[in-house]
Every structure is written in C-alpha cells, then in structure tokens.
C-alpha cells in the first residue's frame, strides 16, 4: 500500500523557517512527481511545490518562490520542504501527494495524500 506521512510541522514567529518531511512508502519510483499542498481554515487547498526526482526542476507557487526549497532523498524516499521567512498568512495545514509521471498543481490529480502537518505563523 502507498503511504505518505508528513512531520515537522509546528509553531513560529514570523521570519522564522521550518522544513517540513514526507516519507513515501510504496511508492513513488522515480518517475513520480511528490507536491506539497496546504489548506488554511476555510479556504481551498492549494499547491505551494512539486517535486519531481528525475528532474532537477521545483516548481513554486508565487507566494512560495524565493521563501520555500523542496529537495528530496531518494535513498530514504523523502521529500522536505525548507521554509524560509515565514508569514503569518503561511498558517495552514500542510500536506504531502503522490501521482504518476509527471507534476501539476491541481490538486484533484493526486491519487494519494498524506494526513497532514499544521505550521502555524504568529
């Protein structure tokens, strides 16, 4: 069975930098895309990056780019997203997904997901 299980979630002041892990198991090869989404009390869940293995390429969301680094191991099957000065407005629940072959920010895409890590910003 595929799991995906997030950790390193937290509070912190604004400014301040958490990184974030999943760890994937049963998937995916390298041919798998990973992407971080979060979810904020009443509002959609949305892509903050994606992570490809096989490509040297990350993709950002804007309100992301320049603040967040994903980077991977794939001899430990995890992903992290650094998180650099983080904001308030970066408070949300924060999730791992899962796909085949190739990356994309909508979210009804992903097949699998993990339970989610909160990261609150004060």
């Known amino acids: 069975d595929v799991q995906l299980v997030e950790s390193g979630g937290g509070s912190v002041r604004a400014g301040g930098s958490l990184t974030l892990s999943c760890a994937v198991s049963g998937y995916p090869a390298s041919t798998d895309c990973v992407a971080w989404f979060r979810q904020a009390p009443g509002k959609q869940r949305e892509a903050v990056a994606t992570?490809?293995?096989?490509?040297?390429?990350?993709e950002y969301a804007d309100s992301v780019k320049g603040r967040f680094t994903v980077s991977g191991d794939n001899a430990k099957k995890s992903v992290y997203p650094q998180m650099n000065n983080l904001r308030p407005d970066d408070t949300a629940v924060y999730y791992c997904?899962?796909?085949?072959?190739?990356?994309?920010?909508?979210?009804?895409?992903?097949?699998?997901w993990g339970q989610g890590t909160q990261v609150t910003v004060s």
């Open positions: 997904a899962a796909r085949r072959y190739t990356c994309t920010f909508r979210t009804e895409l992903y097949d699998y």
């Open positions: 992570f490809f293995p096989a490509l040297p390429n990350r």
